[in-house]
């Protein structure tokens, strides 16, 4: 992994991660005296797969590798909250809204005090949109606006405020859904396609 760690700072990363990826294979015919050694070249090599992209499947198998053959910590651990957190993209990026759904609340429950936690709650809002649980997915885009409101915080990407309205909508909630597609269509790039989908729901 040192050699690995050393191409990594030299932005030498498909390099490094055949270096992590060989840490990975010796490491698992070591034994028990390779596991340490099996959770660390497999989490790194997680991080390289994932930085490289189009690999998700192998991100996948990595941090599983790394989830089954590190010690569960028993409380907060800021490495853990950072394999759930590149599971769960790497799941959703695969077509797996439930998996990633769990992925994302273990990276929260791992580090309460994410400094992403904004962003973790629309990706778990996310999950549940595509699992059908429209009700639990306003709650968690409103918890989220809420928690920016309060430390000062902008949301600026229309995608969240679409969500939110789409949500809406789908409960027939949709005086909330009207008013939110407006709020997301002032801050939607105009040159985009979004701009005339959003005006098509706010006049249904």
Not at 104 to 112: F, G, I, K, S, V
Not at 193 to 200: G, P, Q
């Amino acid at each position: 992994t040192l050699r690995s760690r050393v191409l990594r700072d030299m932005a030498r990363f498909p390099e490094a991660l055949a270096a992590a990826d060989l840490a990975v294979s010796i490491s698992t015919t070591a034994g028990v005296e390779g596991r340490i050694g099996l959770a660390d070249a497999s989490l790194a090599a997680a991080e390289l797969a994932a930085q490289i992209g189009g690999s998700d499947k192998e991100v996948i198998a990595y941090l599983n590798l790394f989830l089954q053959h590190s010690r569960k910590p028993p409380g907060i651990d800021v490495t853990w909250s950072r394999a759930h957190e590149l599971l769960g993209d790497a799941q959703w990026r695969t077509g797996q809204p439930q998996p990633a759904l769990t992925s994302y609340q273990a990276a929260l429950e791992y580090n309460p005090y994410h400094p992403w936690e904004i962003s973790l709650y629309y990706r778990i809002a996310r999950c549940y949109y595509q699992i059908g649980e429209f009700a639990k997915t306003i709650q968690r885009l409103e918890k989220m606006l809420d928690i920016a409101r309060k430390d000062g915080e902008i949301i600026s990407d229309f995608r969240v405020l679409q969500l939110l309205a789409n949500a809406y909508f789908t409960v027939r909630e949709y005086e909330k859904a009207a008013f939110t597609y407006q709020l997301a269509l002032e801050l939607v790039p105009a040159e985009t396609d979004h701009v005339s989908e959003l005006a098509h729901y706010m006049h249904l």
